[in-house]
């Protein structure tokens, strides 16, 4: 029996246990934060067995991948560009709309998010082209070249309803080319350009947005508050919608002051207010699982601010428990690309680890207040349907490559002998 388990579970021992924890404090605290799901199904269990179901499916997915050899994922590559670019632009134009974002399709009854495709599509791009062009000194000027080509176009079309992810993809993009030896006149000319454009779209969106549109996450915080959750869906809106809530994201953080507690607005700033005091409430060990408070009053507890009712019922050393499991998954990937004998499949896995753990920094920084709201899910731990199993993929990605690296270095071991 154990020998058979074994073989189910190949690769990485220790990406399979950190896996196994984050999907484990996944199914507790979705299952504590989901209170405003439970209260609109009136079925108490019913939100936590879809995302146990999508928690399995996920490590079903990771476990086919694993057996998949990692040659075989260049051959995957074209095919998915090709359907990466085809729904980017089908959720552009006829996505489903939620809080005011055109980022879902619906495909017989199931709700995804492309660009949670596209993300693992430009780190397999990035992979290759800089394997494909490595020499002894450096990877040729041209990968950095190759790249761009490649990379902004989907960067542009994700960007355009959601900016956190294309943020995300060019700083995993970006630290790629850093590892994968591209000369630095190249990376230095990009941080002035990225620099540039940033200040240059900063500038448009005070310009073309508006302050008479508040932010949908805020809206939504009264209608979860009064026991109800409703969700927008409509199609068609202009390309510079979203320009209204980033503007307003924007200025409140680089406006704010500090406000005494009696003179805060719930109702105005509910996100930020009911974060802070379930930090605060949140003591070192935490109130203990299922106990949390602002669930109850919190938008999106189960999703963007998960790592809030973490700290609330874990306290602070559940929550650095969390962050600790995402720093071991990035060192471990970084051990298993130093035993690669080949570049592709280091550049892989150094990717798709990044990928996870920056956008795991992402959801945290913006839970403590350090970032303005994005719409970034905890990677493996937020409820999700999409993201929980493409982030499943991903990590069966570095475990298939966990196991031909972990072969090499056996026999590299024999020769020794």
């Not at 974060?275 to 189960?302: C, T």
């Not at 970084?334 to 592709?344: G, L, M, P, T």
């Amino acid at each position: 029996m154990n020998l058979r388990i074994g073989n189910l579970f190949k690769g990485d021992k220790v990406i399979w246990m950190v896996l196994l924890f984050l999907c484990l404090i996944s199914i507790v605290e979705v299952f504590s934060a989901s209170s405003s799901l439970t209260y609109k199904s009136q079925n108490y269990l019913s939100p936590i067995i879809g995302h146990s179901g999508k928690i399995i499916m996920g490590v079903a997915v990771a476990i086919f991948i694993l057996n998949i050899p990692c040659r075989f994922f260049k051959l995957m590559t074209p095919a998915l560009l090709v359907v990466s670019a085809i729904m980017l632009l089908w959720v552009l134009f006829f996505g489903e709309r939620t809080n005011d974002a055109g980022r879902w399709i619906s495909l017989f009854g199931f709700q995804f998010q492309p660009s949670e495709i596209a993300k693992g599509t430009m780190v397999l791009v990035t992979a290759q082209i800089l394997s494909a062009l490595q020499r002894e000194d450096g990877a040729d000027k041209r990968a950095f070249k190759f790249i761009l080509w490649v990379v902004i176009p989907f960067i542009f079309l994700i960007g355009l309803e959601n900016l956190s992810t294309a943020a995300l993809i060019m700083a995993v993009v970006f630290l790629m080319m850093f590892i994968g030896r591209v000369p630095f006149v190249q990376l230095g000319k990009l941080m002035a350009g990225a620099v540039l454009v940033i200040a240059l779209f900063i500038g448009l969106i005070f310009f073309a947005g508006t302050m008479e549109n508040s932010d949908p996450a805020e809206t939504q915080t009264e209608t979860i508050a009064n026991g109800k959750t409703e969700k927008s869906t409509k199609k068609g809106s202009s390309l510079l919608h979203r320009f209204a809530t980033w503007k307003n994201r924007i200025d409140k953080k680089l406006n704010s002051k500090y406000v005494a507690p009696q003179d805060y607005d719930l109702d105005k700033d509910a996100q930020v207010a009911h974060a802070n005091i379930a930090i605060v409430n949140s003591n070192i060990i935490g109130k203990g699982p299922g106990k949390s408070i602002e669930r109850d009053f919190l938008p999106q507890a189960f999703s963007d601010f998960i790592f809030v009712i973490i700290i609330e019922e874990l306290g602070i050393i559940g929550a650095g428990f969390v962050v600790l499991l995402y720093i071991v998954l990035l060192f471990r990937a970084a051990r298993i690309a130093s035993r690669c004998d080949n570049n592709f499949p280091a550049f892989l896995v150094l990717g798709l680890a990044l990928m996870l753990v920056i956008q795991a920094s992402f959801n945290m920084m913006v839970a403590v207040g350090i970032a303005p709201v994005t719409g970034q899910p905890l990677p493996l731990i937020s409820r999700g349907g999409t993201s929980t199993i493409i982030n499943c993929a991903y990590i069966g990605a570095i475990l298939s490559v966990s196991r031909s690296a972990k072969k090499k270095s056996d026999k590299m071991t024999l020769k020794e002998i």
